[in-house]
């Protein structure tokens, strides 16, 4: 049984940085596609970036490519979105999402129904 908990979203100026984390609960272990995933109000959910927690490079999108860096930390069970150079088209809730026993690649752009698990969300508002 897996569960993701985000944290770290709030406000920033533009230009800004922060960092969102994503605590996976799961006794199983197995390695996972870990995807982090936005939503703006009106907008359908957008795949920013998709991380294999066997090994290998992150996937991100067009949109966020050299601003957000996605990594992980097996130690913690925990997988980050690092965001610098905010900008006021990046505000939307961020979810993490979660597919186990599955690898990333071939599943480009990651997309929301290829994630069964998800989080609760947290907002990330740039102004």
């Known amino acids: 049984h897996v569960q993701l908990v985000e944290s770290g979203g709030g406000s920033a100026q533009a230009g800004g940085s922060l960092r969102l984390s994503c605590v996976v609960a799961?006794?199983?272990?197995?390695?996972?596609?870990m995807g982090w995933f936005r939503q703006a109000p009106g907008l359908e959910r957008e795949g920013v970036a998709a991380?294999?927690?066997?090994?290998?490079?992150?996937y991100y999108a067009d949109s966020v490519k050299g601003r957000f860096s996605m990594s992980e930390d097996n130690a913690k069970y925990t997988v980050y979105l690092q965001m610098d150079s905010l900008k006021p088209e990046d505000t939307a809730i961020y979810y993490c999402a979660a597919r186990s026993l599955a690898v990333c690649a071939g599943h480009y752009p990651p997309t929301a129904d290829f994630f069964p698990k998800w989080g609760q969300g947290t907002q990330v508002t740039v102004s």
């Open positions: 799961d006794s199983s272990k197995n390695t996972k596609c």
């Open positions: 991380i294999y927690t066997g090994g290998g490079d992150a």
